[in-house]
């Protein structure tokens, strides 16, 4: 891969793909700094370190913002929201039933294996520019998974059949998002298949780490296929 040679990055081809897909990134970086904020009154006596999470999603927000000025592209953010809206969705409402197990799958788990599988595979083939940004921002999205990870294996015999439920309501969405980002991606030179393998080693070692056997996480990842 990385001896082909990269897009061309001026092209009206790669712009329209970006304004969507840049628009992705900042809005689920605005999302991402909301959910830690929201998580930090479930989690009160966590409310601190909760905070300094968010205010690293604030700056990875505005490092990807950058990155559009740079290339000339104007985000789709109405694209974006829509996007992420079944995941908001549920995250509001667990968040309104005081669900931390589910709060902490979906933000923590989820999105930020979402996003450390979309990182990984961009750097590469990256502009210059966004690619040094990039570089900077997954080391943190894992310091993000990890917190979600040791939070729920500090807890894992009272949280287990929560993340059994939650991931059977969410999981099937991030399959969706990964389809319906595809063919933008694609443009960026990102393969599909290279995003759900990524995603999944991202997710499956957390879901080891937490404490579930490899029969349990398979059967997990199942519901991916039949949601
Ligand atoms: C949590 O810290 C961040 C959540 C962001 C979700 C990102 C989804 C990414 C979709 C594909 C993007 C490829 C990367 C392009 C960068 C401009
Ligand atoms: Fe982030
Ligand atoms: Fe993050």
Redesign the pocket.
């Known amino acids: 891969m990385s001896d082909e040679a990269l897009p061309d990055f001026t092209s009206a081809t790669y712009k329209d793909a970006?304004s969507r897909?840049?628009a992705?990134?900042i809005e689920?970086?605005q999302?991402?700094h909301d959910n830690y904020i929201s998580l930090g009154t479930l989690i009160p006596d966590q409310a601190d370190e909760l905070a300094r999470l968010a205010r690293m999603?604030l700056k990875?927000m505005k490092g990807?913002t950058a990155?559009a000025a740079n290339l000339g592209v104007d985000a789709d953010m109405p694209f974006a929201r829509e996007f992420f809206t079944p995941l908001r969705d549920n995250f509001q409402s667990a968040l309104g039933e005081g669900k931390v197990v589910t709060c902490l799958l979906i933000q923590s788990l989820l999105?930020?294996a979402?996003?450390i599988a979309?990182?990984h595979?961009?750097i590469p083939v990256?502009d210059p520019f966004?690619r040094r940004i990039?570089e900077a921002v997954v080391k943190?999205?894992y310091t993000?998974l990890n917190y979600g990870q040791e939070w729920l294996k500090a807890n894992f015999d009272a949280s287990r059949a929560e993340l059994e439920q939650a991931n059977r309501d969410n999981l099937p969405h991030v399959r969706r998002m990964l389809e319906g980002?595809a063919a933008d991606?694609a443009v960026?030179q990102?393969e599909k298949e290279d995003?759900i393998e990524d995603f999944l080693i991202a997710y499956q070692e957390a879901l080891t780490e937490i404490g579930f056997s490899t029969r349990e996480i398979a059967r997990m990842a199942a519901a991916a296929l039949v949601g």
């Open positions: 970006y897909i840049n992705i990134v689920g970086e999302e991402a999603e990875h990807f990155c999105i930020e979402f996003a979309a990182y595979i961009y990256a966004a990039t943190d999205e993000h980002v991606a960026l990102m995003l």
